[in-house]
């Protein structure tokens, strides 16, 4: 069983449908605490290490093989805190980073949240000396997008994230920095590759549950 770590109720159907389309009978068992983003947000990520230490024990208990954080805020957190979970524990954007950097060393970050700016920058800049590899990251916050999630405008989020990847033309790769961004990789119209996190990220993580 691959337990996942939301903090967000709408990332449950995307990660099944996900599932359900390249892992078929792979047990999820999903673990929602939107405090967790909106306490990381206010205090700092390492402000929730200890709630996010307590989720990965329950998760354990209860018979996860592998454990995948699918916020890029306290991804960095949930990887540090796995350290002692006794099963992988995945930040879901880490493939994605790797990828961005084999890309090209030009890298654009879109985000929606302020706050998953500087966790997806150090990850990027980390996959980068880890392939020896030059990197450039430029960031942006998508104005008026989060609102736009919070209120359930999904809709309209997607289109405000599609509408900023398509304003990027000096870069080598695009990465939207949050999961819930993804559906705008397939809306952009830009002719610059534009990286989404699930996808590969919950790939890596069935994999870790099966080795595990």
Same mark, same amino acid.
């Given at each position: 069983m691959l337990a996942l770590l939301h903090t967000s109720s709408m990332h449950v159907p995307v990660f099944d449908a996900l599932r359900d389309e390249a892992h078929p009978g792979l047990e999820l068992?999903?673990?929602?605490?939107?405090?967790?983003?909106?306490? #990381?947000?206010?205090?700092?990520?390492?402000? @929730?290490?200890?709630?996010? $230490?307590?989720?990965?024990?329950? %998760? *354990? +208990?209860? =018979?996860?093989?592998?454990?995948?954080?699918?916020?890029?805020?306290?991804?960095?957190?949930?990887?540090? #805190?796995?350290?002692?979970?006794?099963?992988? @524990?995945?930040?879901?954007? $880490?493939?994605?980073?790797?990828? %961005? *950097? +084999?890309? =090209?060393?030009?890298?654009?970050v879109l985000a929606a949240v302020e706050s998953t700016l500087a966790p997806t920058v150090a990850l990027i800049e980390e996959e980068a000396r880890r392939a020896g590899r030059p990197v450039e990251v430029r960031t942006r916050v998508v104005d008026d997008a989060w609102s736009r999630f919070e209120t359930g405008d999904t809709e309209g989020y997607v289109k405000r994230v599609a509408e900023a990847a398509d304003a990027v033309t000096d870069a080598d790769v695009i990465v939207?920095?949050?999961?819930?961004?993804?559906?705008?990789?397939?809306?952009?119209?830009?002719?610059?590759?534009?990286?989404?996190?699930?996808?590969?990220?919950?790939?890596?993580?069935?994999?870790a549950a099966r080795l595990a």
């Open positions: 068992r999903h673990h929602v605490d939107a405090e967790l983003l909106d306490r #990381a947000r206010r205090d700092g990520p390492e402000a @929730v290490t200890d709630a996010v $230490r307590a989720v990965l024990r329950r %998760a *354990v +208990a209860e =018979g996860a093989r592998a454990v995948l954080c699918t916020c890029s805020t306290i991804g960095a957190v949930a990887e540090a #805190a796995g350290a002692g979970a006794g099963v992988p @524990v995945l930040r879901v954007d $880490r493939p994605m980073a790797a990828a %961005a *950097v +084999a890309a =090209g060393p030009r890298v654009a939207l920095a949050q999961a819930s961004m993804a559906p705008a990789r397939e809306s952009a119209g830009t002719a610059v590759p534009v990286l989404a996190s699930p996808a590969p990220g919950l790939a890596a993580a069935a994999a």
